[in-house]
């Protein structure tokens, strides 16, 4: 049975920081692209980061690339996002994500088999 696990939500005020993490379970993250979205109410879930599973190909989303980082820890079997320079609009819920996406596909939400429950970022101004 695979499992996702956020960690690492909060509050904190804008300039600050957070450290968001995915603890995996039934599968290996080194095999398996790992990806972050992330939602606000009455929205889609959007596309954050991804790490692929070939070539450790890493993609952002336009409005986080510089800020955030994504990280793998394969003898932990763990993925990390790094969170800088926060912003009010950084404010979701974040949700890790598995599956076998690629390429293009990795910001596409329908290619993510397995989900985490979601963990809440509060950024104030």
């Known amino acids: 049975q695979v499992q996702l696990v956020e960690s690492g939500g909060g509050s904190v005020q804008a300039g600050g920081s957070l450290r968001l993490s995915c603890a995996v379970s039934g599968l290996s993250v080194s095999t398996y692209t790992m990806g972050w979205f992330r939602q606000t109410p009455g929205a889609e879930r959007e596309f954050v980061a991804a790490i692929s599973w070939f070539l450790s190909t890493m993609n952002y989303a336009d409005s986080v690339r510089g800020r955030f980082t994504i990280s793998r820890d394969n003898a932990k079997n763990t993925v990390d996002l790094q969170m800088d320079s926060l912003k009010p609009e950084d404010t979701a819920v974040y949700y890790c994500?598995?599956?076998?996406?690629?390429?293009?596909?990795?910001?596409?939400?329908?290619?993510?088999?397995?989900w985490g429950q979601g963990t809440q970022v509060t950024v104030s101004s």
């Open positions: 994500a598995t599956g076998r996406a690629l390429g293009a596909g990795l910001p596409d939400r329908s290619r993510y088999e397995y």
